[in-house]
């Protein structure tokens, strides 16, 4: 037996998150109907998280077992004319069989886009919240920078968060938290050690009331405190943000 590993990048508009969903089409559901159709083999390929639906993903990690010999490279191409053209297999790879998509990650980075100008392009739209009302930018860059650090996020997860195995805790650790502009786009970057579910988009919608002047950048650090939902702003659109890496 193979224990492999995949690269993928994905456009999620059309999908219904990662995990597999009866009568819904999903990242994972979509792979391993591929991978079955390749190898005769009835497996489930386990991600290094679930993307909600309508995230995209530039580099998602997944991991399956298998019998098969298919060379590495072949896997690649054999996938990729199986697969719809909206998710890519970027790498196939064996590796040791105590690699693990999900438990072996140690850092994961996201970012979400939001499109500052007037009219936002219509081939944009799938990927970035349009958003061209006033916003305090420099604000939400100091806002960004009181989640540094190892935290309790409850504040910031899902209040019907679809618990795994990695959201026993809503502790995590974050390593670098900023906004920058690009042009008309207005980018988040967060790197961390984990994140819970809706975790990024939900300290999106939080920044951003911080940059429409409703509260202060120092209020971000009052609400990680308070460790309620409630505290917290609204969820941001999920076609902003993407998973930009995974690292081992």
């Not at 298998?66 to 890519?88: M, Q």
């Not at 790879?93 to 392009?121: L, M, N, W």
């Not at 540094?148 to 670098?176: C, M, N, Q, V, Y």
Request: aromatic share 10%; glycine share 8%; charged share 25%.
């Amino acid at each position: 037996m193979r224990n492999m590993r995949l690269v993928l990048s994905y456009d999620g508009t059309d999908f219904s998150g990662w995990q597999v969903q009866p009568d819904a089409a999903t990242i994972q559901g979509t792979l391993a109907l591929a991978i079955g159709r390749i190898t005769r083999e009835n497996v489930l390929p386990q991600g290094s998280g679930r993307t909600d639906a309508g995230v995209h993903a530039l580099a998602q990690v997944a991991t399956f077992v298998t019998a098969s010999p298919i060379p590495e490279a072949n896997f690649v191409k054999a996938l990729n004319d199986t697969l719809p053209a909206t998710i890519r297999v970027l790498e196939a790879k064996q590796v040791t069989e105590d690699f693990h998509a999900r438990k072996s990650a140690r850092r994961k980075t996201y970012r979400y886009r939001i499109y500052r100008g007037a009219i936002c392009p219509p081939f944009l739209a799938r990927y970035v919240w349009h958003y061209p009302y006033p916003l305090d930018e420099d604000a939400m860059a100091e806002a960004a920078k009181f989640i540094l650090g190892e935290h309790d996020f409850t504040s910031f997860a899902a209040l019907d968060p679809e618990k795994g195995a990695d959201e026993t805790s809503h502790i995590r650790k974050i390593f670098s938290s900023s906004w920058q502009r690009d042009g008309d786009e207005l980018l988040y970057t967060v790197e961390g050690s984990g994140f819970l579910h809706h975790m990024v988009r939900n300290l999106v919608g939080t920044f951003l009331l911080v940059g429409k002047g409703t509260w202060l950048a120092s209020d971000t650090d009052r609400i990680l405190a308070e460790k309620n939902r409630s505290s917290a702003g609204a969820t941001a659109p999920a076609r902003g943000l993407w998973l930009v890496k995974v690292e081992y």
